[in-house]
T-cell receptor
Framework: GNSVTQMEGPVTLSEEAFLTINCTYTATGYPSLFWYVQYPGEGLQLLLKATKADDKGSNKGFEATYRKETTSFHLEKGSVQVSDSAVYFCALSDSSNNNDMRFGAGTRLTVKP | DTAVSQTPKYLVTQMGNDKSIKCEQNLGHDTMYWYKQDSKKFLKIMFSYNNKELIINETVPNRFSPKSPDKAHLNLHINSLELGDSAVYFC????????????FGSGTQLSVL
């Protein structure tokens, strides 16, 4: 079945540090890949997405590239801010599996000033 | 206007009680979902409805019964609440079923005592 595995947290960084959160997936078809972000006390919001191999999703300084050869979709940001502190979820949606959105376990990021 | 709204935001109740959580979306979307997020932030799909029809019904105890009176509403009724039902429940919607972006409500924190 489809699944998403992302690096365990928590991740603690200083402001302006480089961020990488690893995500790998298993899918039977050709999934779309997503990163969602959950700020404290809120629901998840879409951060970025990519729908086919070699696509790069980007938003608010975050980037992730859909790598079919390594089945990965790692999230990166060159310089994090305190306001980026949140839980980040990698997810996939695959038409061969009722199109339901499968989420990774979430990675909590804390950025310190 | 809130796109996906769910009520109540907090629900504290005793074991054995029956409770409902309501969800409404004003985005004109065809598809709605219920997700459960446990204390470790793991997010798992419970149900999805497309145009009032049940599409996804994961392995969820039959004490949980979703009801969709129209495509803008998807309510969740839970009978005979148990301690293990304590979690945050998120409603979400998407324009249609498929590789679509999900819009989440802000969650209902259910505590069963």
């Amino acid at each position: 079945g489809n699944s998403v595995t992302q690096m365990e947290g928590p991740v603690t960084l200083s402001e302006e540090a480089f961020l990488t959160i690893n995500c790998t997936y298993t899918a039977t078809g050709y999934p779309s890949l997503f990163w969602y972000v959950q700020y404290p006390g809120e629901g998840l919001q879409l951060l970025l997405k990519a729908t086919k191999a070699d696509d790069k999703g980007s938003n608010k300084g975050f980037e992730a590239t859909y790598r079919k050869e390594t089945t990965s979709f790692h999230l990166e940001k060159g310089s994090v801010q305190v306001s980026d502190s949140a839980v980040y979820f990698c997810a996939l949606s695959d038409s061969s599996n009722n199109n339901d959105m499968r989420f990774g376990a979430g990675t909590r990021l804390t950025v310190k000033p | 206007d809130t796109a996906v709204s769910q009520t109540p935001k907090y629900l504290v109740t005793q074991m054995g009680n029956d409770k409902s959580i309501k969800c409404e979306q004003n985005l004109g979307h065809d598809t709605m979902y219920w997700y459960k997020q446990d204390s470790k932030k793991f997010l798992k799909i419970m149900f999805s409805y497309n145009n009032k029809e049940l599409i996804i019904n994961e392995t969820v105890p039959n004490r949980f019964s979703p009801k969709s009176p129209d495509k803008a509403h998807l309510n969740l009724h839970i009978n005979s609440l148990e301690l293990g039902d304590s979690a945050v429940y998120f409603c979400a919607s998407s324009q249609r079923i498929g590789r679509e972006k999900l819009f989440f409500g802000s969650g209902t924190q259910l505590s069963v005592l």
